[in-house]
């Protein structure tokens, strides 16, 4: 009796290894790749972040306020004096330079302005609604209040809300990019696998020509070719699209490479020794097998495109202000005299390393995992 | 007859895996003679190669040696336990002791210098010879190993040669150093059969001139009754029988010996013969049966012991067997 | 006996090709005019080493690659078709008449499919579209190979080599092919499970009636399937015959040295072997003559520069070899 019960479970576990499918494997397998699995919540938590931007965001990111310039970060704190819950930030009082004249803002240590969860702050639209909720705001703001958790910049605008309206910019570019290399990548590395021969010569050939431009003169050309008066949505599709122009060429080798090898596969040749139709072989057979290497190829390529679109904004090549990426944030820390003067312009750099460590983490793991019998 | 040259006692190497630790050699013991060929031989996940690479100290991580003595007679001093040496001191072994033979000579080599470059390369750090004299020796050692043209083909790289020669090669580099025991790891597997045939010939020509203590690793009963004087059988990590080659043959007393034996297809045979078959398939070494680990399969199993009880090693100490049908009472 | 496929001057070139513009430089002959037929119900086992040509013969005859001489005729339902110069569209309708079982027990399962759906597929594409009757024809092919039924849910992952090799013997078998081309089945396998895999195909081919082309490079193992054999060297075939006469007596030094040289399981059997010099030609610059003349002890002057045709020099026996009838070679008798 008490074996019988000891071993049943054992029983079903081979069982169950028995009819686990490739996805199941592979999961089983990244689960036990423990920085991939880190790196994952990180990206995810990262496009939560993306998604429900301006719900995080304290103050408006475009709101500008001359006088509240180079704010130094405010720590929230959480009791009030008498020991009581009840988070406040300092309140901001206005004095006069006694040089210039001008007034300006420093922080008030004795007033205490409390923060309200779910209050009411600055009205944005989240998924077609509009609201104007925010995770928090201040109960009672007073004129050049805010919550400066990073400071604020020579515009007086807070760096947070700056940061985590960025965040979405840079995360989206990389996506919409990818997917278009995605498409073009799969597409011509299929037909280049596909037909061989001189279709197969042409594409590989215009492929090396691609990779063997140098890519800043490129990118200066292609975005100094940009008009001026673009709207930001429109400069955003086009620097979408330059950078996935270029980064397809790494995709379709990887797919050609993938569809060759495979189709030396027996079992391929097995399915069409049995009489299947070539759609039967690629999308039954094939498709399935390069499925998992696609998507860590991807998730290897999102991070390059994401440097890229930083490197271009922060050149001054790709999106331009008023629009918000990190790579614009970036550039407002570019000058040695804004660093010494709000160091705290620096905090957007600690997202891009983060982010593109992840993501390499979690596609050297999802490549790992992807092929459960190699 | 001599003491061993080499002697494995108890040996255990075990890999931490994700089902749990494998122990992929499991309690064998050997000796191994002076101008003597020791085959030993298995089906695959019986821990042939492992016990190789344990001998030469060359486990790869996960895997690691966890018990037993590996005792090496070297001609001139007291015997040493290779388990206890430390690292540097193996690496005095490996080359001018022990050499070994890999199964694939493509991947053996590397593929950026002359196959001259690679067998210079030990002869230098062990014999310290200067490289003019190395050169000459790997001449030498290359004519020696048959190989067509040695002072043309000392400059050429190893994609350059066909299957048969890299092998070839790969033998003048393990015989390089004077080894006096050489391990080969399934050296002709990924030969044709009449490339098999010469580099077989090899070995035996080799071991008579030099007097090798020579140690086959091979999943071939036909390469075992070829070339070895004894013979240990391994199934799953053990020794099941051990012993001379005549008597492993001619009146095998394990019924996986025996069994295996029937098995094998021979030209021999009558034309469209069926075969005696060994029933289900070998079990993964994480899923070991218990008791004894052929069990499972074993057409002569006795009675609930061979279930639960390993059977111990019985017998002389050329001829061992690890079966309760050949003695070990409860 | 009626005769099943027929092929004559087979031959496979592949162009080698060089530089940017990927200029054809040369050709591998890599099967260079070969002929042979096989009768309904028998087994023709293709031997030789790697590289002789073999396997492109098999993948000719199935037209996974296209031939580039010769033709391949089969008898099917009464009428012939030329399989090497069939159109591919016309081809697709016929592939269920022939199929193939796979060296690689690994490579030829799809490790995404279910083992019920690689077996069924053949059928499912063939057009037997009804899942019920589907199941209970895999569900039969599985007994018929000696699968447990419960393994219709499990993936390939979880058998072992031998029964993975089962479940492609039952994926050839599903649609009832005139012609099985088994490609080194046992050749990846253990020793204890190979014999379990050769009775199979043995079993099959009695209560089946298959006719079988067993491409092997180990003449232990055609022995004990084979009806006749064909020892392929450099892109032909050197010497055809019964198999038991072939294992007594061969004809060409060639099939005399293969003997000699595989393993037998018997100690000293070892003294009257015949060791070759050299290596095996290469098929992309193949000596002049009879292309395995620089390794040949009996070769003459005239070996060097004619070619030898393939003979019939007895009934059932062809030979290329321009010595055949005087050599009186050694068979597995005097060998051991």
Redesign the interface.
Known sequence: MFSFFRRQPKLSQAERYAQATQFQLTWWRFRRHRVAMVSGVIVALFYLVAVGADFLATTDPHATDARTSYIAPQPIRLFEDDGSFQPYVSGLKGVRDPKTFKLIYTVDPSRHVPIQFFGHGYSYSFLGLDTDVHLFSLKTPERGDGIFILGTDQLGRDVWSRLIVATRVSLTIGLVGVTISLFLGVLLGGVSAFYGGMVDTVIQRVIEVIRSMPTIPLWLGLAAALPNDWSVTQVYFSITVIISLLAWTDLARVVRGKFLALREEEFVMAAELAGASSGRIIFRHMLPSFLSHIIAAVSLALPAMIISETSLSFLGLGLRPPAISWGILLQDAQSIQSLALAPWLLAAAVPVILVILAFNFLGDGLRDAADPYG | MAEPILSVRDLHTEFVANEGIIRAVDGVSFDVFQGRTLGVVGESGCGKSVTARSILGIVERPGRVTGGQIILRPADGPPVDLLKLPAKAMRDIRGPEIALVFQEPMASFSQYYTIGNQIMEGIRLHLGLSRRAARDRAIELLDMVGVPQPSRRVDEYPFQLSGGLRQRVMIAMALSCDPRVLIADEPTTALDVTTQAQILDLLRDLQQKQGLALILITHDMGVIAEMAHDVAVMYLGRAVETGPVGEIFSAPRHPYTRALLRSIPTVLAKPRTRLPTIEGSIPHPSNRPTGCAYHPRCLEIIDERCRAQEPPETGAATTRIRCFLHGGAA | MTTLLEVRGLKKYFPIRKGLL?RVTGQVKAVDGVSFTIRKGE?LALVG??GCGKTTVSRCI?R?IDPSAGSVTIALEGHTVDLATLPRRQL??L??H???V???P???????MLVGEIIG??LL??GMTDRAERRARVLALMELVGLPGAAI???P??F????RQRI?IA?ALA?NPALIVADEPVSAL???????I??LL?DLQDRLGLTVLFVA?????V?????RVAVMYVGRIVEMAE??AL?HRPLHPYTE??????????????SH????ER??ADPANPPPGCAFHPRCRYAEPRCRTDRPEMVEVEPGRHVACLRATELGLRG?AEM?
């Open positions: 990927r087994t080493e790697s199935l996974a697709r309708p592939r269920r022939m199929q193939m796979f060296q690689d690994y490579s030829s399962l799809n490790p995404r597929e053949p594409i063939n849910n499990r993936f992952h979880a072992s080599g031998g029964q492609g994926r649609l253990d020793v204890s499970v190979q014999a379990q050769l009775n043995l490079h180990d003449l232990s193992v022995k004990h399937v084979a009806d198999t038991e294992y040295a293969l003997l000699s040289a595989a393993p037998t399981p018997i100690p000293g059997a070892v072997r015949i060791i070759l290596d095996i597995i051991t």
